[in-house]
């Protein structure tokens, strides 16, 4: 199966973080089922902290122990420093259901060099995937947002990460915000079963148009360069955001 773009337009974000719990948990129930655990990787940002705590509210009965969660990209900071990704996830989702702690692999955003946590934290997905030398993890679900510059993850516009085509996880060094972030890289997120991407706001509209209608250059919106080889995307919009397409 090639991979295939769905776009669902919600009316208000409040919709869309709803449609969005509903594919979560439709996602992480069928992962179980067909497969006996569910993998899947988290976005950070603003955007997703209130759908975790709509999934939060809404799971209680989704087989935790089978559920296991990592970061899409993680800032380059400690999980307790208020821009930590993991630490919106914990606060917000992780901290409330009954996900075993061993089930839970933040990235170690806390280790001063931050190539050296991108690799620590490739080898942590290798040595759970099992993959062999080559293999690329296939996760049942990566959550993803967008920024207004049409970045997703911490792929940046004309940034290094961007090249990267045979790790799975790097350091990548974001001028305009003078800061390294850890990311997953385009064959690791191009290898899901499943993205999600949610765009909420009026300062979305353009580059969602750019990536989802637009022939401009890739490399402007790393956004368009997320497409699962054998999976399947689907991007979850609000009405704000989807006012220019
Ligand atoms: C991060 C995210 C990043 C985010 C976008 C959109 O670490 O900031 O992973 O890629 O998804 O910046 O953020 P909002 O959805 O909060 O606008």
Redesign the pocket.
Known sequence: MSGSIEVRRLTTPQDLFQAAADEFIRSAAEAVQKRGRFTVAL??????RNLFTLIAANAGNLPWSQMFFFW??E?HVPPTDPDS?YRMANESLLSKVAVPATNIFPVPAELPDAAAAAARYEQTLRKFFATDPGEVPRFDLIL????PDG????LFPETAALQEKSKLVVDNWVEKLGTSRITFTLPLLNAAGEVVF?VSGTDKAPALHEVLEGSGPTEKYPSKLVKPTDGQSIWFVDRAAASLL
């Open positions: 976005s950070g940002g603003s955007t997703p899409g990209d800032r990704n993803l947002g967008m920024g970045h997703t993850a911490s949610l």
